[in-house]
């Protein structure tokens, strides 16, 4: 073989080997990559599974706040009535049953 021909041999050795050492080094960064993806994942999965019972809590609190809200009106609505005829005393029970049957409507 002629000296030509090795030193081009040698050559493209050197460069497959280079290749080979950069596509390793590509190969091990992804994967550091994809176990910290993976882990990200894994929380926020966790969080969104927390974070799911939320949802009905908030919607009880807004019954709850409705009905309060409804039954400070029917107080307020009480205490301005004009005083034309005797009221019938309004007990707590009344105005709590009247708020919640407003706010199901």
């Given at each position: 073989m002629r000296a030509e021909a090795i030193v081009t041999l040698i050559?493209?050795?050197?460069?497959?080997v280079a290749l080979v050492l950069y596509l390793s080094i590509i190969a091990a960064s992804l994967s550091k990559?994809?176990?910290?993806?993976g882990t990200v994942?894994?929380?926020?999965?966790?969080?969104?599974?927390?974070t799911?019972?939320?949802?009905?809590?908030?919607?009880?609190?807004?019954?709850?706040?409705s009905a309060i809200d409804e039954a400070l009106k029917d107080l307020v609505d009480a205490a301005t009535a004009p005083e034309e005829e005797p009221q019938q005393?309004?007990?707590?029970?009344q105005l709590?049953?009247?708020?919640?049957?407003?706010?199901?409507?």
């Amino acid at each position: 073989m002629r000296a030509e021909a090795i030193v081009t041999l040698i050559g493209v050795f050197l460069i497959v080997v280079a290749l080979v050492l950069y596509l390793s080094i590509i190969a091990a960064s992804l994967s550091k990559t994809q176990f910290a993806l993976g882990t990200v994942v894994i929380g926020v999965r966790a969080i969104a599974s927390q974070t799911q019972p939320l949802e009905d809590v908030v919607g009880s609190i807004a019954r709850d706040v409705s009905a309060i809200d409804e039954a400070l009106k029917d107080l307020v609505d009480a205490a301005t009535a004009p005083e034309e005829e005797p009221q019938q005393q309004v007990t707590s029970t009344q105005l709590t049953r009247r708020s919640r049957a407003r706010a199901s409507q």
